[in-house]
């Protein structure tokens, strides 16, 4: 079977399954009953991506880079100058990192990516509860973010590469619980924690410091900058500095336009570099004006983001609790899309954390929710963030040419559509959220870290 015969019977199975969750939904079974019928869907629908995704071969980051950066712990300093060098195919992480997998070093490396995986799942299983529970969804809706769990493409990629993304998926959805606790200290603890394993979300720390979020912003910073210190006291600053050169600034200056990397810049390579990029894992140096494009792009969108957060209503009547924590939760979906859409190096995985605003697009009480046009969108969106991550091969050589340069882009084109509905959801809302630090409970509690 080819690849687009693949991609074409992934879509519709993932359309059949949705209208099948639908009607099972619409059936009048008992909740026993639904429960088995929806996850013996799901069920069917994962086996069936997980052995027709990209890779071929499964727990490669885990081989190539987890499980080396946990023999490297054990050794000592010396054995990572060889795994900095290999690039994107070896340790990336900050060099104490890899102490959380010291342990797992200790098993061959077969075992070890068995069971890293399998423990990887838990994270997952947590991840559906608690954005159901965020997200106010029943019934259907929790049926149907069952589904779209087991048929997303890029948290099938993040599993059978024994990555992290889909775990920090879990812990991205218990931040925004604590904060909704009130528990801002801790929200910022474990979002640091999460953005120490994945750079790219630190972005929370500087949307923390623009909300006046000082609670939240110290429980970040005091996380990451514990990390840090401790790795310089372990690893010395000569390790770090060869870290920040090979795994950080290279790859910022010099972007990869491989077809797994779904960020603007990969795109503009794709498009001026041709074909020729699409399974090539090295940084390449571009040209200028391409950087400015880039970097002009990735900038609007934090532009639009800053500019929709910050529009004000004519009248400003006191908001209730409600209004203000559908606030929060905009601007805190609207971080997560922008560390993903934003990176300069954003991979396929990484679009497992659009699960999250995915989930409460879905939602019964959000404010898209009432608008035809809206959840048509969001399900253009799904439909192009859902399918399974692979590198197509079209007979058709116009078309192969676009897809090449254009459709390979799709996980990102879905993310900017995302993007999109929560500016103008957050835009619509039009006076600006209080401090997170200032806004109470769920329940009307008082916040408290």
């Known amino acids: 079977m080819t690849t687009l015969l693949y991609l074409l019977v992934d879509i519709g199975a993932v359309a059949?399954?949705?209208?099948?969750?639908?009607?099972?939904?619409?059936?009048?079974?008992?909740?026993?009953?639904?429960?088995?019928?929806?996850?013996?869907?799901?069920?069917?629908?994962?086996?069936?991506?997980?052995?027709?995704?990209?890779?071929?071969?499964?727990?490669?980051?885990?081989?190539?880079?987890?499980?080396?950066?946990?023999?490297?712990?054990?050794?000592?300093?010396?054995?990572?100058?060889?795994?900095?060098?290999?690039?994107?195919?070896?340790?990336?992480?900050?060099?104490?990192?890899?102490?959380?997998?010291?342990?797992?070093?200790?098993?061959?490396?077969?075992?070890?990516?068995?069971?890293?995986?399998?423990?990887?799942?838990?994270?997952?299983?947590?991840?559906?509860?608690?954005?159901?529970?965020?997200?106010?969804?029943?019934?259907?809706?929790?049926?149907?973010?069952?589904?779209?769990?087991?048929?997303?493409?890029?948290?099938?990629?993040?599993?059978?590469?024994?990555?992290?993304?889909?775990?920090?998926?879990?812990?991205?959805?218990?931040?925004?619980?604590?904060?909704r606790a009130g528990r801002h200290v801790a929200a910022g603890l474990l979002l640091g924690a999460m953005a120490v394993i994945k750079l790219p979300?630190?972005?929370?720390?500087?949307?923390?410091?623009?909300?006046?979020?000082?609670?939240?912003?110290?429980?970040?910073?005091?996380?990451?900058?514990?990390?840090?210190?401790?790795?310089?006291?372990?690893?010395?600053?000569?390790?770090?500095?060869?870290?920040?050169?090979?795994?950080?600034?290279?790859?910022?200056?010099?972007?990869?336009?491989?077809?797994?990397?779904?960020?603007?810049?990969?795109?503009?390579?794709?498009?001026?570099?041709?074909?020729?990029v699409l399974r090539d894992w090295d940084a390449r140096e571009i040209a200028s004006t391409q950087r400015l494009a880039g970097s002009v792009l990735t900038g609007l969108l934090y532009l639009a983001a800053l500019i929709a957060c910050a529009r004000r209503a004519p009248e400003p009547p006191r908001e209730s609790s409600a209004a203000a924590h559908e606030r929060t939760d905009i601007e805190y979906l609207l971080v997560i899309c922008l560390a993903v859409i934003g990176s300069p190096l954003s991979w396929s995985h990484y679009y497992a954390w659009l699960l999250m605003p995915i989930a409460f697009l879905l939602g019964p009480h959000f404010l898209l929710r009432g608008t035809a046009a809206g959840q048509r969108m969001v399900w253009v969106a799904i439909f192009l963030i859902t399918p399974t991550v692979l590198l197509l091969e079209i007979p058709n050589p116009t078309l192969m040419a676009a897809y090449n340069a254009i459709g390979v882009s799709h996980l990102m084109f879905g993310g900017l559509l995302l993007f999109a509905l929560l500016v103008r959801a957050r835009a619509r809302l039009g006076m600006a959220v209080p401090p997170l630090s200032r806004v109470e409970g769920r329940a009307g509690a008082p916040a408290r870290s």
């Not at 990516?113 to 159901?132: E, Q």
């Open 201 to 276: 979300l630190l972005l929370f720390g500087v949307a923390f410091v623009l909300r006046r979020n000082w609670r939240a912003a110290f429980g970040f910073a005091l996380l990451c900058g514990s990390a840090g210190l401790l790795s310089l006291a372990v690893f010395g600053l000569d390790l770090h500095l060869l870290w920040y050169e090979r795994c950080v600034r290279q790859f910022a200056s010099n972007p990869l336009g491989a077809f797994n990397v779904q960020s603007i810049p990969a795109l503009l390579i794709r498009v001026v570099e041709g074909p020729s």
């Open 16 to 179: 059949a399954g949705i209208a099948a969750v639908l009607a099972i939904a619409r059936a009048g079974w008992s909740p026993r009953a639904e429960a088995l019928g929806v996850l013996a869907l799901s069920g069917a629908a994962a086996l069936f991506i997980f052995a027709t995704s990209e890779p071929q071969a499964r727990f490669g980051d885990f081989r190539d880079a987890y499980y080396l950066g946990g023999v490297a712990a054990l050794r000592g300093p010396e054995a990572f100058g060889a795994l900095f060098d290999q690039g994107v195919h070896g340790w990336v992480n900050l060099p104490i990192v890899a102490y959380l997998f010291a342990p797992f070093a200790l098993l061959p490396a077969r075992e070890s990516a068995f069971v890293f995986s399998l423990l990887g799942l838990i994270p997952v299983a947590l991840a559906w509860h608690l954005l159901s529970r965020l997200a106010g969804l029943e019934g259907r809706d929790r049926w149907l973010l069952l589904f779209l769990f087991a048929v997303s493409g890029p948290l099938h990629y993040s599993v059978k590469e024994a990555n992290t993304s889909h775990m920090v998926l879990a812990g991205l959805a218990g931040g925004l619980l604590l904060l």
